[in-house]
């Protein structure tokens, strides 16, 4: 019976620590820009799925990293409002945790390698993705390990807007279609802009204890009410890029679909205005989370339906 429950909480320990439900956050903007690439008619079911697996493996070696760094420093404590992880509930091992995150980036190296032999047709696209490859490696790990880990210097946000935005978005499409249209580039930040929001709202959450251990996020640097008003922004300024690109190129009715979802992010934006306790952001994480996949879900929608109905 003890046995069965140490394999159960271990089990469980796991899943915290991967955290499955952050990875719909990073196959959403892989979507956005297959769906892209549908609409111009360059689709690749192929690359599509393998991006997709890549984009995810590279989503858990960023939590199994983040939960290593953070309780290497110390900077995840009893204190904070955020749920503890695998290791800093003491269920997993340093030498564990180092061994998994091995393992994942073996795991993206193949993936990523195939993914480059099925889509690229030259030279210089073999080098150029192998080199953003190793670059989104190095980023994910180097978030809170490492002497000078920049997440612990408040450069999460634009890492975020980099890699869960323009270089999912583009890169999914130019491994498709094998070009690259300037309009492109605001539907790409308006997914780098939401996954940004989700990152904020889950450091305004742990503002205080990130402050107390020396993480000093875009959060702690901006203060409580600045890092309020920064994510009301991010949530404005995403359905702002997707009406642009609608405005200047889409030019379908079908392209405001998306703005179903805005009485969502009007609200929570709202509510993070209103609310100053670093508490209350604790059920806005998910709601966050859902939202942003929303407005992507009905961007991609309003795309089929463009193409479909005119």
Not at 96 to 105: E, H, N, P
Not at 139 to 161: E, F, K, N, Q
Not at 259 to 288: C, D, G, K, N, Y
């Amino acid at each position: 019976m003890n046995t069965h429950s140490h394999s159960v909480n271990r089990t469980q320990a796991w899943l915290e620590s991967l955290r499955p439900r952050t990875l719909p956050l990073a196959f959403s903007a892989i979507m956005v820009g297959s769906a892209l690439a549908w609409w111009q008619g360059y689709f690749d079911p192929v690359i599509t799925l393998l991006a997709l697996l890549t984009a995810g493996l590279l989503q858990i070696l960023s939590n199994l990293a983040n939960d290593y760094g953070d309780a290497v420093k110390g900077s995840d404590k009893p204190d904070r409002i955020g749920p503890l992880r695998g290791m800093q509930k003491g269920a997993i091992t340093a030498p564990q945790m180092k061994r998994a995150i091995l393992l994942t980036v073996a795991l993206i190296c193949l993936s990523g390698l195939a993914l480059v032999y099925v889509a690229c047709r030259s030279m210089a696209d073999v080098l150029g993705f192998l080199a953003l490859g190793a670059l989104s490696i190095l980023a994910a790990i180097t978030y809170t390990i490492g002497t000078r880990p920049y997440g612990y210097m408040g450069l999460g946000d634009i890492s975020v807007l980099v890699f869960f935005g323009w270089l999912s978005v583009l890169g999914s499409w130019y491994l498709q279609a094998h070009t690259l249209i300037s309009p492109l580039w605001l539907p790409a930040t308006a997914c780098g802009l939401l996954a940004a929001a989700v990152l904020n709202i889950n450091n305004l959450r742990d503002i205080d204890s990130d402050r107390r251990n020396g993480k000093n996020t875009l959060a702690v640097r901006l203060g409580p009410q600045a890092a309020r008003r920064y994510h009301a922004a991010l949530l404005a300024g995403a359905p702002g890029c997707l009406a642009a690109f609608n405005l200047l190129w889409l030019q379908s009715p079908w392209g405001w679909l998306f703005l179903l979802a805005t009485p969502l992010l009007v609200r929570q934006a709202r509510f993070v205005l209103r609310e100053t306790e670093p508490a209350a952001m604790r059920p806005m994480l998910e709601r966050t989370v859902k939202a942003t996949l929303l407005v992507n879900l009905l961007f991609i929608v309003g795309l089929v339906l463009s193409q479909r109905l005119g």
